[in-house]
Nanobody
Framework: QVQLVESGGGLVQAGGSLRLSCAAS????????MGWYRQDPGKQRELVAK???????NYRDSVKGRFTISRDNAKNTVYLQMNSLRPEDTAVYYC???????????????WGQGTQVTVSS
């Protein structure tokens, strides 16, 4: 089974930085889009940033200029560099990826378990 494991979450003061990592492992043939989503309790999960296999990116407006998504295809890993963090960035951040396993004809969508990011004033 394919697994996504996030790391890098934690507590940081406003204006600080965190770097999230998400590594995919398992019987992986290829990975297309990878992304980061976040969710506060009682709210809908929202896209933070996505990156295609070739490096194309898109960000939600509120993080543009502050967050940078990147990936290392050789390591099956996606990163989210978060700078100038604000209290409203506080959420559980989830890694997401479209992954094709060797035995499958099409991609499947996978989620990590999430990592807590808390930004204090």
């Amino acid at each position: 089974q394919v697994q996504l494991v996030e790391s890098g979450g934690g507590l940081v003061q406003a204006g600080g930085s965190l770097r999230l990592s998400c590594a995919a492992s398992g019987s992986i043939f290829s990975i297309d889009d990878m992304g980061w989503y976040r969710q506060d309790p009682g709210k809908q999960r929202e896209l933070v940033a996505k990156i295609g296999r070739g490096g194309s990116t898109n960000y939600r407006d509120s993080v543009k200029g502050r967050f940078t998504i990147s990936r290392d295809n050789a390591k099956n890993t996606v990163y989210l560099q978060m700078n100038s963090l604000r209290p409203e960035d506080t959420a559980v951040y989830y890694c997401n990826a479209d992954i094709r396993r060797f035995v499958m004809f099409q991609n499947e969508n996978y989620w990590g378990q999430g990592t807590q990011v808390t930004v204090s004033s």
